[in-house]
């Protein structure tokens, strides 16, 4: 009796385990069905209308229409500096000036020479009179009073000479100070005290009062959208409401053989707030060749070296991978050539959570107009989780 007993407990142990292992491993196939099911919420945003226009920016600085790089005339060393940078000169402002020693000692000599031909020509003067006296009274000869007047003429000659001469040499002094040509503000200063430099080289640079223009760099894929005469907008970065109508000057003809940039000059209206120097903004618009779509940077991935977005099915409620072609990145985002139309509702941030089929939590349909409306970065749900 006691055996038998035994053996249905067991037996009744045994079965109450094998109960227990099942409800366990029922909760767990459970719990994966339950995490299996779990709906991710994910930001998204719907594509707007493809662009027609394309915008260009491109920053520059604010430079003066006309720069004068001033050099002495002659050359010598620099004892003297009268202008800094910032200084607004004048016609006649005395910039800098050079040692004027030897251009003195050289008027002093021509001045010596110009009095010994003056002295030089009073005497062969005197001896043309002579000679054509005596030739009146038969008692010279036609030869003699040739001889003087050529005398007398080669001295008017050497007279001459000393005269430029002299003019030149007091020329000479009077470039040693170097002068502004017109009104204007010193730019530049590349030359000093104690250097010595020569006849030509640029000392000082003074930009000339008058038009202002912004001075950009246009890369090669963009140039053909700058021609003389363009409208343009400049904004400048010291103040977020002044903006200006330019208008393109001056478009290079040739790329800097560094940058490999085309250098185009945008002519402003006169206003007292824009100075030399400041850094401006310059927007442009430009027609596409074919029609871009814009989406945030954030939306956008890659796969096996293939950019692509994830598009959202609404009906279903999952993701699906798209391999897109992109043309051009900007500041609001990317510009997808190929790949996106209008009404597609793409993730727009954690797509490194993404997989084929995932389910998804899609923003009504309130939300996502509200994102078309915007820019392409504008927020349409909350940000995955």
């Known amino acids: 009796m006691r055996s038998l007993t035994t053996t249905t407990i067991r037996s009744i142990a045994g079965a109450a385990l094998i109960a227990a292992i099942g409800l366990m491993l029922s909760g767990c196939n459970e719990k994966k069905e339950e995490a299996a099911e779990v709906v991710r919420p994910v930001k998204v945003v719907e594509i707007a209308q493809a662009d027609t226009v394309r915008k260009l920016d491109y920053s520059g600085s604010v430079k003066a229409r006309t720069d004068m790089n001033l050099g002495f005339r002659v ?40 009095d010994s031909a003056e002295k030089q020509m009073q005497t062969t003067a005197l001896a043309r009179n002579r000679a054509q006296q005596l030739f009146d009274k038969s008692v010279g000869s ?61 000392v000082i640079t003074v930009a000339v009062d008058g038009e202002k223009e912004v001075l950009i760099a246009v890369p090669e894929m963009d140039i053909a959208q700058f021609k003389v005469g363009k409208g343009v907008k400049a904004r400048f970065w010291s103040d ?30 006169s206003d007292q707030r824009v100075l030399l120097g400041m850094t401006a903004t310059i927007e442009a618009e430009a027609g596409n060749t074919q029609p871009y779509v814009s989406i945030p940077l954030s939306a956008l991935a890659q796969r096996d070296g293939q950019q692509i977005v994830w598009l959202v099915d609404r009906s279903a409620g999952t993701v699906h991978s798209r391999n897109v072609k992109v043309a051009d ?22 797509t490194q959570f993404m997989t084929e089929n995932m389910k998804v939590k899609v923003p009504d349909a309130q939300q996502v107009s509200a994102a078309t409306n915007g820019s392409a970065a504008t927020a349409a749900a909350d940000i995955v989780r």
Request: net charge negative.
């Open 75 to 114: 050359s010598g060393k620099i004892i003297e500096r009268k202008v800094d940078i910032g200084q607004k000169v004048k016609p006649g402002d005395v910039l800098a000036r050079i040692d004027p020693t030897d251009y003195a000692l050289a008027v002093r000599r021509s001045q010596a020479d110009l």
């Open 142 to 202: 036609k030869s003699q009073l040739e001889q003087a007047e050529l005398s007398y003429d080669q001295a008017v000659s050497t007279r001459d000479s000393a005269v430029s001469a002299l003019t030149e040499a007091k020329n000479q002094v009077a470039y040693s100070d170097l002068t502004s040509d017109m009104n204007g503000i010193v730019t530049t200063v590349n030359a000093d005290v104690g250097q010595v430099v020569s006849s030509g080289t640029p």
């Open 240 to 269: 977020d409401a002044l903006v200006l109508d330019g208008k393109v000057r001056e478009v290079a003809g040739s790329a800097d053989a560094q940058s490999r940039t085309f250098a185009v000059r945008v002519s402003l209206p």
């Open 329 to 350: 990145f900007a500041d609001d985002g990317v510009r997808v050539a190929e790949g996106l139309k209008a009404g597609d509702v793409v993730v727009a941030a954690g």
